[in-house]
C-alpha cells in the first residue's frame, strides 16, 4: 500500500499546463514501472476523480481537483488575508508583489499583483514549483523548517546555480537561513534572475507558525537605493496579513484583481 500512495505523487506531478494528457504508455516509462501497473495506478486515480481517462486512452487532470480546491479555499485562508495586503503594497510602490508556500520543500507562488512600473523579465506562474534556496520567499520559508528537515529534503541534493550569486553550498545556504531567521526578513540579490531582486517575509497563522512568505520583486536599479523602504514594507505588511489570520472569521477580505502580465518575475 505504502509503495502505491509513493508512486501517485509523482503520476500527478506529471500533469502540467504544458503537458496536460498522459498515456498508459508514456506514465509507465517516466516512473520505471510495467505498463500494467501504470494502468491500475491510473485507473485507481480515475475511480478518485482526481484524473479522468480522455479518448484514445489519454488522462487528464480530474474534477475532483476542483472540488479539493475548494474545499482548501474555505474559510479565511492566507490567499484571501493576502489579497488586499499585496494590492495596497503594489498601489504605494509600484512593484511587483508575490504570495508563496513551501510545498515538498519547493516554493508554490500561490498569487501575485503586477506591479505599476513596466518589467521586462519574464518567468514562471503562479501554480508553478520553484527551487526554493535562491529566492527570497524560498529563504523565509527554510528559514522556519527544522535545520534536520532543510538538511533532509534541500541539501541532500546540489543546489542549481541559477545565476553567479545564486548560494550554492550546504555552508553558505545554512548561513543564510540563520541570517534570515535572526533578522525576520530575506533579500535575494539577483539569485534566479541576475538583475532582479528582492525582499521577503514570514506571514504566521494564530499560534505563530509561518505558513507562507511574500515578496517585493524589484529591478535591481531601483532596489538598490530604495532597499530599505522596501524591507520594511514587506515586513510590516507580512506582519499586518498575519495578525488578519489570527483575527476572528468574519468575513474573508475581496480577492486580488488580476492584472495582465501576470506570468512574469520568477524571482522573489
Not at 501517485?8 to 506514465?27: A, K, M, N, Y
Not at 508554490?108 to 503586477?114: I, R
Not at 526578513?185 to 517575509?201: H, S
Request: aromatic share 4%; glycine share 8%.
Amino acid at each position: 500500500m505504502l509503495q502505491t500512495v509513493q508512486k501517485i505523487g509523482p503520476i500527478l506531478d506529471l500533469f502540467t499546463v504544458e503537458r496536460p494528457e498522459w498515456g498508459v504508455s508514456e506514465v509507465a516509462e517516466v516512473i520505471g514501472v510495467p505498463r500494467s501497473s501504470a494502468h491500475a495506478l491510473l485507473s485507481s486515480l480515475v475511480g478518485t476523480g482526481l484524473l479522468q481517462n480522455r479518448a484514445r486512452g489519454r488522462y487528464r487532470i480530474g474534477w475532483r481537483v476542483v472540488e479539493l480546491s475548494d474545499t482548501l479555499g474555505c474559510g479565511q485562508d492566507v490567499r484571501s488575508a493576502a489579497a488586499p495586503v499585496l494590492q495596497e503594497l503594489v498601489h504605494r510602490h509600484g512593484e511587483t508583489c508575490h504570495l508563496a508556500v513551501l510545498e515538498r520543500y519547493k516554493v508554490l507562488y500561490l498569487d501575485k499583483v503586477v506591479g505599476t512600473h513596466v518589467v521586462t523579465v519574464t518567468g514562471t506562474r503562479v501554480g508553478a514549483a520553484v527551487d526554493a534556496h535562491c529566492n527570497g520567499v524560498g529563504k523565509v520559508l527554510l528559514a522556519h523548517r527544522s535545520p534536520a528537515e532543510v538538511a533532509r529534503h534541500v541539501l541532500e541534493r546540489p543546489l542549481k546555480r541559477h545565476t553567479p550569486a545564486t548560494i550554492t553550498t550546504p555552508d553558505s545556504l545554512e548561513n543564510e537561513l540563520n541570517a534570515v531567521r535572526m533578522q525576520g526578513f530575506a533579500i535575494d540579490r539577483g539569485e534566479t534572475v541576475t538583475d532582479v531582486w528582492c525582499a521577503a517575509a514570514p506571514v504566521r497563522d494564530e499560534m505563530g507558525s509561518v505558513v507562507a512568505a511574500i515578496s517585493m520583486t524589484v529591478p535591481v536599479h531601483r532596489f538598490v537605493s530604495a532597499q530599505a523602504v522596501l524591507q520594511r514594507a514587506v515586513t510590516s505588511a507580512a506582519a499586518s496579513i498575519s495578525r488578519s489570520l489570527s483575527a476572528p472569521d468574519d468575513g474573508a477580505p475581496a480577492p486580488a484583481r488580476r492584472g495582465p502580465g501576470r506570468l512574469d518575475l520568477v524571482a522573489s
